[in-house]
């Protein structure tokens, strides 16, 4: 079993900053894939970036391209997706999830993830 526990949600103005951080309680570098997904009311949760641990290898949603950075610690067991250029259209609540699998890259389905963290709001004002 993997807790993993997420930080960093707060409020920003529209082009600022906030780095959100997703901390696994064991197996890290066990994990295929680690995502961060993000959900509205009434919209599907969508994944905004995902990351293969070992590999390295990143994946991002259009609308964050340029803008947001997923990054892993493995010493840490922790992986941090800094967000930049924050516009108010980012507002939601961010999900952690991770995965045992990264076979053919990591997924966009929600359903494809078997560990999920509590979620933490970003509220961005204009």
């Known amino acids: 079993q993997v807790q993993l526990m997420e930080s960093g949600g707060d409020s920003a103005q529209a082009g600022g900053s906030l780095r959100l951080s997703c901390t696994a309680s064991?197996?890290?570098?066990?994990?295929?894939?680690l995502a961060w997904f993000r959900q509205v009311p009434g919209k599907e949760r969508e994944a905004v970036a995902t990351?293969?641990?070992?590999?390295?290898?990143?994946y991002y949603h259009n609308s964050v391209k340029g803008r947001f950075t997923l990054s892993r610690d493995k010493a840490k067991s922790t992986a941090y997706l800094q967000m930049n250029s924050l516009t108010p259209e980012d507002t939601a609540i961010y999900y952690c999830?991770?995965?045992?699998?990264?076979?053919?890259?990591?997924?966009?389905?929600?359903?494809?993830?078997?560990?999920w963290g509590q979620g933490t709001q970003v509220t961005v004002s204009s």
């Open positions: 999830a991770a995965a045992w699998s990264a076979r053919g890259g990591c997924s966009v389905d929600p359903d494809d993830y078997n560990y």
């Open positions: 990351i293969i641990i070992l590999a390295n290898t990143r």
């Open positions: 064991q197996y890290f570098e066990n994990l295929g894939c």
